[in-house]
């Protein structure tokens, strides 16, 4: 008879990991899936000033402890990438690609993923000079010229992050509307060698073996941008559709309650997956011990 775990959480970012934390705490048998490593978005963030208790702090630094206070419970983190999921059985089921998973409970903790530009030469230059992560690839830049697209809170992390080494950083923006914190676009706007592009999209990207050029659009005037590398910070989009039956909104957000619960019984939706207005480390936290709080109240509820 196969092993039924009381909840599998889907992903290991700070929902899921917190969810492991609470439940843990509470005695339930859990099982951790993650598809490649703890941490989720967080972890191209290079210092977060935002979580309390920590005047700053790296994501990566932050995940590891989350992950090792997983750990300590007893918990474990499987690397697996969960690629379907059946929820008319009891009990459910969670297919990897090497295994199937049966449990009682299901915590979907899968957050968002980097969203595209989905211009030409994006795809053909990732890796090349098209970049999701300036913290990872920025210090490859270093004297050179260099774009961030977009214009939320990653833009500016991105571009006051790579504005310590690259010798010019054009932050393009589609609009002149930053949803960016405002004394980050202050910062950015003294530092010498930033520069805001706005109403302006970015249409192409050239090269040969990388990025030589990007192509833009401002309000139908086109343009040639020389530069070495593109940083795309255009938000994320959430990883919802292998979890057939929960519903979704427009934006593929799965729709629960501040309670977490979605509309199949047993299933929970906690962290960026969730429709939700703030998106942060706090509020992903406070979904984690949520979901497992109804969790708890629901099996009480049926005993
Ligand atoms: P975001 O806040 O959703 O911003 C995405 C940006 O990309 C917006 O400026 C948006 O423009 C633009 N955009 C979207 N699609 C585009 C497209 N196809 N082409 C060009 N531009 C496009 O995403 P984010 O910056 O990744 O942040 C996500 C969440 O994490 C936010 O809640 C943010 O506050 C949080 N975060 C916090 C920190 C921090 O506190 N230090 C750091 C990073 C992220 P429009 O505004 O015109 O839609």
Request: glycine share 12%; charged share 20%.
């Amino acid at each position: 008879m196969e092993k039924t775990y009381d909840a599998v959480i889907v992903g290991a970012g700070t929902a899921g990991l917190t969810a492991a934390i609470y439940g843990a705490r509470a005695g339930l048998d859990l099982l951790v899936l993650e598809k490649s490593y703890p941490g989720g978005q967080i972890i191209y963030a290079p210092h977060i000033e935002n979580i309390p208790g920590f005047r700053s702090v790296s994501g990566v630094d932050f995940i590891e402890g989350l992950a090792d206070q997983v750990k300590r419970l007893g918990v474990k983190i499987m690397t697996e990438q969960v690629t379907e999921t059946c929820f008319v059985l009891e009990p459910k089921r969670i297919i990897t690609k090497k295994n199937e998973y049966r449990a009682k409970s299901v915590i979907i903790a899968a957050g968002a993923e980097k969203r595209k530009i989905g211009c030409p030469g994006e795809e053909k230059f990732t890796g090349r000079g098209v970049s999701y992560c300036a913290s990872c690839d920025g210090a490859f830049y270093s004297g050179k010229d260099v774009c961030v697209v977009g214009g939320g809170n990653t833009a500016f992390d991105d571009a006051v992050y790579l504005a310590k080494t690259a010798s010019a950083v054009h932050i393009i923006h589609r609009s002149d509307n930053f949803r960016g914190n405002t004394k980050t676009y202050e910062f950015l706007k003294g530092q010498p060698n930033v520069n805001f592009i706005t109403h302006t999209t970015v249409t192409k990207i050239n090269g040969g073996s990388s990025v030589e050029s990007v192509e833009t659009d401002t309000k139908g005037k086109t343009d040639t941008l020389p530069v070495s590398a593109v940083f795309v910070a255009v938000g994320t989009a959430p990883a919802s559709e292998i979890f057939s039956g929960v519903s979704t909104d427009n934006g593929g957000y799965i729709i629960a309650g501040e309670d977490c619960r979605t509309n199949i019984p047993g299933v929970y939706a906690a962290g960026d997956i969730r429709t939700k207005s703030l998106r942060q480390v706090v509020t992903a936290a406070n979904d984690g011990a949520v979901a497992i709080s109804s969790l708890l109240s629901d099996i009480a509820a049926t005993h």
